[in-house]
């Protein structure tokens, strides 16, 4: 099973992002997804997750309102759309894909990507 994630860069402040996650490796249905991050000198922490038909989906505080993941099984895609970035945004995005329900914490999930590098610069 693999995981890529891509679509990071440098943003200004107030800019968009999506990011992308490509699964393969397997048939990703009944698979719960999440999105995590980790800054500097922080611990990851979780962002978004999403269920195995893309219906149910649940956020962070900070990303409620600016941030959308969504699923696309067809394609064993899954995508975090990023308005309004921040400088607080800057880290490293991981997405996670575990077997049944989504879940916001990462010690659930079975299979991560390596990561995009997400910069807001101020």
């Known amino acids: 099973v693999q995981l890529q994630a891509s679509g990071g860069g440098l943003v200004q402040a107030g800019g968009s992002l999506r990011l992308s996650c490509a699964a393969s490796g397997r048939t990703f249905n009944r698979y719960g997804w999440g999105w995590f991050r980790q800054a500097p000198g922080k611990e990851r922490e979780f962002v978004a997750s999403v269920n195995w038909s893309g219906d149910n989906t649940y956020y962070a505080e900070f990303a409620k309102g600016r941030f959308t993941i969504s699923r696309d099984a067809a394609n064993n895609m899954v995508f975090l759309q990023m308005n309004d970035l921040k400088p607080e945004d800057t880290a490293v995005y991981y997405c996670?894909?575990?077997?049944?329900?989504?879940?916001?914490?990462?010690?659930?999930?079975?299979?991560w990507g390596q990561g995009t590098q997400v910069t807001v610069s101020s």
């Open positions: 996670a894909a575990r077997w049944g329900t989504m879940d916001h914490q990462q010690r659930e999930y079975h299979y």
